[in-house]
T-cell receptor, first 113, second 119 residues
């Protein structure tokens, strides 16, 4: 079974630039999450989708971050404009339903300089 | 606010030396406690879910237990390939509860325990 796919693996941008990350969840998984993991910390939830609807975006910095999940499958996370403190690994995860374990992709490492 | 605290932050063991990692939590309405393993440069890999106090689950050299305030991950006779960061996470509320005004389903993670097993 194919896992959660993310791209790109690495991205370096200058502050105030924009960047987008892409995620393809495991086939058939209705729930999709984006997490931010800063070096030395555990992942922090940014947004949760159930099919193509947003369930929880309470920790998403909405002035600069946006996310969408069109057609309830792939998802993109965008940062515009980026700040130095956005340097982190962005992890996408999916689960079959809202009450089953989540499976993570390998993440995108973002460096903002 | 939901809190998850893991200890120790780092642990170095000799191969074959058994030990335990601790995860203490303060949440309202725990629905599940999760253990993940994370290798450098990779995403977390699911290990266990525990739902109620007294529950135990095992996988190879790992055994997870749960009480009302904490969870332990016991590692028996570890091997170098067990070296990784072990993350504990809690899930509170749920879709049903959320539609009734409760929380969402995302995980709240601890900072992890960085485990090194020396040959």
């Amino acid at each position: 079974e194919a896992g959660v796919a993310q791209s790109p693996r690495y991205k370096i941008i200058e502050k105030r630039q924009s960047v987008a990350f892409w995620c393809n969840p495991i086939s058939g998984h209705a729930t999709l999450y984006w997490y931010q993991q800063i070096l030395g910390q555990g992942p922090k939830l940014l947004i949760q989708f159930q099919n193509n609807g947003v369930v929880d975006d309470s920790q998403l910095p909405k002035d600069r971050f946006s996310a969408e999940r069109l057609k309830g499958v792939d998802s993109t996370l965008k940062i515009q404009p980026a700040k130095l403190e956005d340097s982190a690994v962005y992890l996408c995860a999916s689960s079959l339903t809202w009450n089953t374990e989540a499976f993570f992709g390998q993440g995108t490492r973002l460096t903002v300089v | 606010e939901d809190q998850v605290t893991q200890s120790p932050e780092a642990l170095r063991l000799q191969e074959g030396e058994s030990s335990s990692l601790n995860c203490s939590y303060t949440v309202s309405g725990l629905r599940g406690l999760f253990w993940y393993r994370q290798d450098p440069g990779k995403g977390p890999e699911f290990l266990f879910t525990l739902y109620s106090a007294g529950e135990e689950k095992e996988k190879e050299r790992l055994k997870a237990t749960l009480t009302k305030k904490e969870s332990f991950l016991h590692i028996t006779a570890p091997k170098p390939e067990d070296s990784a960061t072990y993350l504990c996470a809690v899930q509170v509320g749920g879709t049903q509860e959320r539609y009734s005004g409760g929380g969402a389903d995302g995980l709240t993670f601890g900072k992890g325990t960085h485990l090194i097993i020396q040959p």
